[in-house]
């Protein structure tokens, strides 16, 4: 199997939102509501929200795809307070999950972190998806702190937030 990653371009936007749509409805039912599900897919996978976050510097969008098939994707974007990159999408088909695609994409992630000089990866995770907390931790990710966001209309993000820190980049030889 090739897994190759570039970047997220305007076209790839609907494939994106189907396949976010598809992974979360396999994901969240019995870790977050129907209704919360719906809410958050409706404010987070838009066209138009994409297409801003595709023009904004900072901000990276990436897709895995297998033989021309989307088979994941990822997005990260640097931290104001600086030094470290959050790691805000990471979403493989979950037919394909436990294949190494996440794991290339976070290797992606991580490219993109030393470009913008970050010194860790973080992440924000439900703490009842124990699927992925298990698969973060495999990639080297401590929780670092527990939260509770609202996110309106009586819903909230009841997060682990996992931190990673980043080898120093390899010198060149």
Not at 25 to 51: F, K, N, V
């Amino acid at each position: 199997m090739v897994v190759l990653i570039t970047p997220v371009c305007a076209a790839d936007i609907g494939s994106v939102i189907a396949l976010a749509r598809q992974v979360w409805q396999r994901t969240y039912p019995g870790i977050i509501s129907q209704e919360q599900i719906d809410y958050m897919l409706a404010q987070r996978y838009t066209r138009e929200r994409l297409l801003a976050e595709l023009d904004t510097s900072g901000i990276w969008w990436d897709k895995a795809t297998v033989d021309g098939c989307l088979a994941g994707f990822s997005a990260c974007m640097t931290m104001p307070a600086g030094g470290e990159m959050k790691l805000d999408k990471l979403y493989v088909d979950p037919d394909r999950q436990r294949g190494g695609i996440g794991a290339r994409l976070i290797e992606q992630v991580e490219c993109h972190a030393h470009a913008a000089g970050c010194r860790a990866l973080i992440l924000a995770v439900n703490k009842r998806n124990e699927r992925a907390i298990a698969a973060y931790r495999k990639h080297g990710f401590a929780v670092r702190d527990s939260v509770c966001v609202d996110i309106g209309r009586g819903f909230v993000m009841d997060d682990f937030i996992m931190l990673r820190s980043l080898p120093a980049p390899a010198a060149p030889l």
